[in-house]
């Protein structure tokens, strides 16, 4: 026996968690209606433990699905070893399943690297942090490559953990509007994204990288500690390790409460992408940083 899961008293041998994990995937697959036969499937691969552990499970389990494909993205924000790391093993890793892959690097799609716009002191002077800015470009310059690719769906490795930390945040920064994470909705020009781990706690994720013998990157990002999620991340760590089953409390308390709050999205004006605003963050953000370059 090498894991015990508290929250149900579950008990594995390293075989049959691996086994455990890529059923509990195909379950929330199903309860959720993640995934449909004939999908183009991206896979936002960062080349962290999380992405390449769902990209593994899915090559697994799209084996059923003749008529679905898989194709791996990934997201170079331009942080020098960190990224430089993490893109490395996911070449080599994507490459050993033998899958398409698309790189799109900050660079090449907004003309600047995260490190750039840190070191010109532009976070500075726009009052954000780098993980602000790295967040939001990211998720735009996903959507960009899968559309590059002909994707019909983005699959993210967001854990329980990610998500309820996410919803936390939200309230923190004070948005009441609802938007569920991780679950297939479909609306005109948008490409879904979901996440077939929103059922799966982190620590569970890394054990399954750990027994799969999935790279582990050595560089932390450098601006980690300057991210408004480490915080809550540490408390829900803890607060599960007290109180073992609290996330998924968490998961199903803000999902049936917000239910009501939800509301549908505009579509940005410049980039078509949803948004609650006229222009989305992204496209806000980006124009601000290049205004403050050119200066
Ligand atoms: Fe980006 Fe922040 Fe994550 Fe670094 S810690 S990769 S800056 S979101």
């Keep these: 026996m090498v894991f015990s899961r508290r929250y149900s008293g ?3 041998c390293s075989r049959c968690f691996l086994e455990n994990i890529v ?6 697959i199903s309860k959720y209606h993640l995934l449909k036969p ?4 991206a896979v936002a691969v960062s080349g962290g433990k999380d992405s390449l552990s769902l990209l593994k499970i899915l090559a ?7 008529r679905a494909s898989l194709v791996a993205i990934t997201i170079d924000e331009g942080i020098p070893e960190y990224r430089d790391e993490a893109v490395k093993n996911a070449e080599e890793y994507v490459k050993k399943l033998g899958i398409p892959h ?14 750039e716009v840190v070191e010109e002191g532009i976070v500075e002077s726009l009052s954000l942090r780098p993980c602000t800015i790295c967040g939001v470009l990211r998720r ?7 559309k590059e690719v002909g994707a019909t769906v983005i699959a993210t490795a967001h854990t329980l953990d990610d ?5 936390i945040l939200n309230i923190f920064r004070g948005d009441t509007r609802f938007t569920p994470i991780g679950i297939r909705r479909e609306a005109e020009g948008v490409i879904p994204r979901v996440a077939p781990f929103r059922l799966i706690p982190e620590y569970e994720v890394v054990l399954y990288a750990y027994y799969s013998e999935i790279p582990f990157q050595t560089y932390v990002c450098p601006y980690t500690e300057t991210s408004m999620r480490d915080p809550i991340r540490a408390f829900l760590i803890e607060y599960e390790e007290r109180f073992p089953g609290s996330l998924f409390s968490a998961l199903n308390s803000f999902e049936r409460v917000f239910e009501k709050n939800f509301q549908e999205s505009n579509m940005c004006v410049k980039c078509g992408d949803p948004t609650s605003r006229v222009i989305c963050r992204a496209c806000e953000l980006e124009e601000m940083i290049l205004e403050e370059m050119s200066h």
């Excluded at 004939?38 to 499937?41: L, W, Y």
């Excluded at 697994?60 to 003749?66: C, T």
């Excluded at 998500?163 to 919803?167: A, E, G, M, R, S």
Aim: charged share 30%; proline share 2%.
């Design 38 to 41: 004939f999908d183009k499937i």
């Design 163 to 167: 998500i309820v930390q996410t919803y």
């Design 60 to 66: 697994k389990i799209e084996r059923d699905y003749p």
């Design 102 to 115: 698309h790189i799109l690097s900050f660079k090449k799609l907004y003309g600047f690297t995260l490190t």
């Design 23 to 28: 059923e509990k995937v195909r379950y929330t």
């Design 140 to 146: 735009k310059a996903l959507t960009i490559a899968a």
């Design 10 to 12: 579950e008990r594995f």
